[in-house]
């Protein structure tokens, strides 16, 4: 009978033991699985939008943008740091004559430009495919500028505008970093 009481407590002991190292080795696997990236939502709210870019390009409206964090799940960032860098991308009509408005300005000389680069898949049919997009890298420095002259919580800004004026459109391409 010795010999069944030994056996009983070596399973309990093996049962007692190895339970908290399956739980901690299925928790760990679950964490470090590789997860598919999410896919963010177009989003057509216009309030963050006029809070940012309304001081320099004026009440936008119908817009359709997408708002992520460029180094969250999916993203490349191999070391984890303090610093968040947010892309805001989207295309938003301008009140009427608000991109000749703009474009008129010979201070930021203004030249035609091709179609908006490296749009995210999701943006592609909200933006007109006969589109005669103009840049001027003087209006993104300004734009830049008026930015992160706003709000410190609102990031540093770093960002790329066209603008479409026969249809008052305006595509901004803007990184915010927050450190």
Do not use: C
């Amino acid at each position: 009978m010795d010999i069944r009481r030994g056996r009983t407590d070596r399973r309990r002991f093996l049962l007692i033991a190895g339970l908290p190292l399956l739980t901690v080795g299925g928790g760990m696997t679950y964490l470090l699985w590789p997860q598919s990236p999410r896919r963010p939502e177009v989003r057509t709210d216009l309030e963050p939008l006029n809070r940012r870019l309304g001081p320099f390009l004026g009440e936008l409206t119908d817009a359709h943008w997408l708002g992520y964090d460029i180094d969250g799940p999916g993203g490349d960032r191999s070391i984890p740091g303090p610093d968040s860098r947010i892309r805001v991308v989207g295309v938003a009509h301008l009140p009427a004559g608000g991109a000749a408005a703009i474009t008129g300005k010979p201070d930021h000389a203004f030249a035609a430009a091709g179609a908006p680069a490296d749009l995210p898949a999701a943006l592609e049919e909200h933006l007109p495919a006969a589109a005669s997009w103009q840049h001027s890298p003087g209006f993104d420095a300004y734009a830049n500028g008026r930015g992160a002259a706003g709000q410190a919580s609102d990031g540093v800004p770093s960002g790329r505008y066209l603008f479409d004026t026969a249809r008052d459109l305006v595509h901004f391409d803007v990184l915010y970093l927050f450190t």
